[in-house]
């Protein structure tokens, strides 16, 4: 028992990318009816284990479980509040888990530079870094559009999505993607601050974060083909 946690320790990064491909299969589908509950407990799990790999240092992980904690009573809250506190409801959630991947991207970024090592599990680490980011950029597009919905240009045939929330995180999780990999996507569209500087950030972070870490682990692997060649 003890032996299997402790291998599942040394592969948590691999486990946390399993889950994150998952949610990112569920998120960009606009669940419904009882599908909704699944959704959202799969993501409570997700962040729960975001919460326990990444966060390993004592105050990062109490202010952590706050925000995870504060989006959780947000999300839930949502079914039982009323109509007109939907909207309130819905951007105090986005806020914190925004807060809340932002801060996971952070940590994973800095322990990879902190403590650089070659191996498999810190690959699979920068990776699941990106789909965080990536998660993230799709908060922040949530709630630049719940603050300022005119600043984003939404196809007819897609705006359906939007009055729901988990219709809403479907649409701007595959928008982030596009903002991120800058592939563009032409159903929705930025059209004035905040969607226009946040569509610019997007596509800077997501040049720059591939860049780095992949500077970082061609480094990583020059390094060791020189201790090899020492060593010989």
Known sequence: MTEGFAGLLRRKYFVLFALLCIALAIETVNVRGGERFFSDVFRMVLGVAIWFVVFRRRR???????????????????????????????????????????????????????????????????????????????????IAYLLMPSAYSIDPAVAALLPDWHGRVALFTYYAFSQVLMLGYSDVTPVRAPATTLSLFAALFGVFYTAVVVSQFVGLAQGGKVQTRDDQ
């Open 60 to 142: 990062e992980r109490a202010a952590m479980a706050t925000l995870l904690v504060a989006a959780a009573a947000l999300n839930w809250g949502r079914y039982f509040a009323a109509e007109s506190f939907v909207h309130a409801l819905s951007l105090a959630e986005q806020m914190a888990l925004a807060l809340f991947l932002c801060g996971a991207v952070y940590v994973i970024l800095r322990d990879l530079f902190e403590s650089p090592s070659p191996g498999v599990e810190n690959v699979l680490g920068a990776i699941c870094g990106y789909l965080i980011a990536c998660d993230a950029w799709a908060r922040l597009n949530a």
